[in-house]
C-alpha cells in the first residue's frame, strides 16, 4: 500500500510552511523513515526557468528552506538543484537560483545550491522506452533524492507533478533531443516513468500550496490550492495532486503508464490517504488544458482515416508578436529547429512541427500561445 499524506497550508509564510511540513512527515512516519541521518541528499526541486515565486512556475523557496533545515537538523549534508529548461551552465544557474528565490531562501543555511554541470550517462536496464540515459553528475553522488515538486498543470503531459519534475535530472538542452526522439505522448511518458523508476527517490513531495492552472507549466495562472502532499511513491502523490485539482488521474498520461506497469492498481485502491479530508480541499473549477498528442487517434479509428483526422486536430503554437522580445529562446530549444527569426519575430515550420511545445513551456514572456481546433471539442 502507498501512503500519500495532504495537510493544509495557506500561504508560504515559515511557520504555517513548517507546522504543516511537519504534519506531513508525521502521517508519513517521520522523515527518518527516509532519509538515513548525516547522509547526502539532493533536493531535486522543480526550477524550470528564471520567474519569481509569486508566478507559481517553481518550487517555493520557502517549502525548499524548511525541508533544508530539517535535513540539516538530521545531520545530513543538502545539495538543492536543478537542470532548467534551457543551458546547464554555472551562470544560467546563478541566474535561476537568484530569480526563484532560492539563493535567498538559503543563505544563511548550510544547505549548498548545486554548480556542478557535469553529466554521466548510465545504463538503465529495466527500461521499457531508453535503455541509457545521460543524467547530471550530482544525481549519482548523494545517497537520497527527494523530488520537490511543483503542483502544475502541463500542455503535453497534461499534469506535472513527481514523475514529470524528475525529467530534471536529464542535463540541460539534451531534453530537447529527447523531446524530438520521442514526440508522441505516450512514448515520452513511458519515458519519464523511465527515468522515475532509475531515479528511485526517496520521498516526494509537492508544493501546492499555490498551484498553476491553465497553460501550464509556465505560462498558465497562479491559482491557491493551499496544500503540501507527500510520498514515497511518485505515483501516488500525482494520483492524489490531481484529485485535488478535479482532475481524472486516468486521464493523465505518466498515471496511465504508471497503472500499465502495475506501479499502481487502475483502481487506486492501492492508495492510502492520510491527513485532510479530500472532500474538504477539492477544487472543482480548476482549469486544464486541453492535452496536445499527435497521435490523438491512434487506436480508435481506422488508420487509413487516422492521418486525415490528426491533421485536423492538430493544435499549434502561436507567437504573440506584442509579447515577444526577440530573445530567441524558442529558437534555441526547439527539438526539430524549425523556428526561425524574421524582423526578430519567430516564425515555426508547422508541417515539420512535433507538437512537444517547448516553444510554448520555456518563453519568458508568455508570448507563444497554443491554438487548438474547434474540431477538438467533439473528440475530446
Known amino acids: 500500500m ?14 504555517n510552511v513548517k507546522e504543516s511540513f511537519e504534519k506531513l512527515i508525521k502521517d508519513l512516519g517521520g522523515l527518518e523513515n527516509y532519509i538515513k541521518p548525516g547522509s ?24 525548499v528552506r524548511v525541508l533544508s533545515e530539517k535535513l540539516l537538523e538530521m545531520g545530513c549534508e543538502v545539495i538543492v538543484g536543478d537542470s532548467p529548461g534551457g543551458p546547464y551552465t554555472p551562470k544560467a544557474l546563478k541566474a535561476i537560483y537568484k530569480a526563484t528565490g532560492i539563493e535567498d531562501a538559503l543563505k544563511d543555511t548550510k544547505a549548498t545550491l548545486n554548480y556542478n554541470t557535469e553529466d554521466v550517462n548510465v545504463r538503465n536496464e529495466s527500461g521499457k522506452i531508453i535503455k541509457s540515459l545521460t543524467v547530471i553528475k550530482p544525481l549519482l553522488e548523494v545517497d537520497h533524492v527527494i523530488s520537490l515538486c511543483k503542483l502544475k498543470t502541463h500542455g503535453m503531459a497534461l499534469f506535472t507533478g513527481g514523475v514529470k519534475n524528475l525529467f530534471g535530472v536529464i542535463p540541460g538542452m539534451l531534453k530537447v533531443e529527447y523531446h524530438f526522439k520521442m514526440p508522441d505522448v505516450k512514448d515520452f511518458t513511458d519515458m519519464l516513468v523511465d527515468i522515475c523508476e532509475y531515479v528511485n527517490p526517496s520521498l516526494t513531495i509537492m508544493d501546492g500550496i499555490i498551484g498553476m492552472e491553465g497553460e501550464g507549466p ?3 495562472i497562479p491559482r491557491k490550492v493551499g496544500v503540501l502532499i507527500g510520498s514515497k511513491s511518485p505515483y501516488a502523490l500525482d494520483v492524489v495532486g490531481c484529485k485535488i485539482i478535479n482532475l481524472d488521474p486516468a486521464k493523465v498520461p505518466t498515471i496511465q503508464r504508471s497503472i500499465e506497469r502495475e506501479l499502481l492498481k487502475d483502481d487506486f485502491s492501492d492508495i492510502i490517504l492520510k491527513g485532510e479530508n479530500l472532500d474538504d480541499i477539492i477544487i472543482k473549477d480548476f482549469k486544464v488544458p486541453n492535452i496536445k498528442s499527435i497521435n490523438f487517434f491512434r487506436g480508435r479509428v481506422p488508420q487509413f482515416i487516422e492521418r486525415p483526422l490528426n491533421s485536423l486536430l492538430k493544435p499549434k503554437p502561436i507567437f504573440i508578436e506584442s509579447k515577444c522580445v526577440g530573445c530567441r529562446e524558442c ?5 526539430p529547429k524549425i523556428i526561425t527569426m524574421e524582423n526578430k519575430i519567430p516564425k515555426a515550420d508547422l508541417d515539420k512541427c512535433i507538437r512537444c511545445f517547448c516553444c510554448h513551456e520555456l518563453c519568458p514572456k508568455k508570448a507563444v500561445e497554443i491554438k487548438r481546433p474547434l474540431i477538438y471539442k467533439i473528440f475530446k
Open 331 to 335: 529558437e534555441k530549444v526547439c527539438p
Open 218 to 220: 509556465s505560462a498558465g
Open 40 to 63: 547526502k541528499v539532493l533536493i531535486k526541486t522543480n526550477l524550470l526557468m528564471k520567474k519569481r515565486p509569486e508566478e507559481a512556475t517553481t518550487t517555493h523557496p520557502m517549502v
Open 2 to 15: 502507498k501512503e500519500v499524506s495532504v495537510r493544509k497550508c495557506d500561504d508560504y509564510s515559515y511557520e
